[in-house]
């Protein structure tokens, strides 16, 4: 299906007020449930652990799509919260063959930081002409992220992209109704990390030993040590790939790698958690930024919109920086990790 310019933003102006309509779920279930009620296991699938509050947002997308969705594309959805062999298609009813469209979701990204009240959470989903299983990562040509905040929070930002057609940026003030205004997403034009942020992301003890040496040994590469040994590279694990986007197309970050599928491999661990492609699926904003985001190799991210397979990524602010650390990590990898 070939999607119009038109048919992008109507496209994308409805992932905004699905996302939209699960915060509000999930900030009104919030208030009225404990911590001990919110962290409850609710499920183990194959992708990941899945917690009470990420039934919140289960629920609360699929009413909007029962609800909201325009019948004139019937469309797949693939979701953590539902394994492979379980899809769903809206309107409800419609069969996978009938579907031209595939919208992957990430209900909650973030859980574990969110559901103890540490750092914001994010909504991300992505959506494709459907391909059946042909599709990957490329084929995304509108998505959405949308922050959940704490509960200490006042704002909560959106951002969405077309492809071909730009990013678009919003802050809602929770206190207020969700009072709208716009928010300026501006990543860094700096060409070098030096006394900035850049962090290979390692959130659990497994692989950790081996991505810190990596990560080590690749600034050593680039800057050596500072004349009066202070750190010139800080790292930051936000344990939420939409809030490492965010903190990339933000500027806060210049530099981000998630290489743990590498590390397991090298180590021989089982598959631990790590990135899948609904993690992902807001790739397309950070290119419509300006941003790259690549595999550690520099080729794209092919990945297949499932929900399981591992992703590995680096997202970079601005093409000079990519240029400027893209080599050094790719040989760092071949020593450590071939």
Known sequence: MLLSSSDKETLRQQLCDLQRATLEAILNERTKRSTEQLTAIAEATAADVIYA????????????????????????????????????CFPLGT????????????????????MYDKRSAWILAGIAPQRGTANTLADIEVSAMTEIPTSRQWRADQ?????????????????????QSPAEIRPS???????????????????????SQIEELLWDTLYGESDNGTPLVFNDQYISTGGQFYEILSGHDRFIADIRPIAFRVLDIEENL??????????LILKEAGCEIEHPDGSPINCPLDTTSAVNWVAYANEALATHIRPSLQSVLQRLAP
């Open 274 to 283: 790590c990135a899948h492609p609904y993690d992902v699926c807001c790739a």
């Open 189 to 211: 034009d700096a060409t070098d990390v030096r006394h900035a942020f850049g962090t290979l992301c390692r959130f659990f003890p497994a692989g950790s030993t081996l991505i």
């Open 53 to 88: 509050i990420d039934t919140i947002a289960d629920q609360a997308i699929f009413k909007w799509f029962e609800d909201n969705w325009l019948a004139k594309w019937p469309i797949q959805i693939v979701m953590e919260g539902l394994d492979d062999a379980h899809t769903l």
């Open 159 to 179: 951002l969405s992209a077309t492809l071909g057609g730009g990013v678009q940026s919003t802050t809602f003030d929770v206190r207020k109704k969700f009072e």
């Open 95 to 114: 069969s996978i063959d009938q579907t031209v469209l595939k919208c992957i979701i990430d209900p909650i990204d973030g859980t574990r930081g969110i």
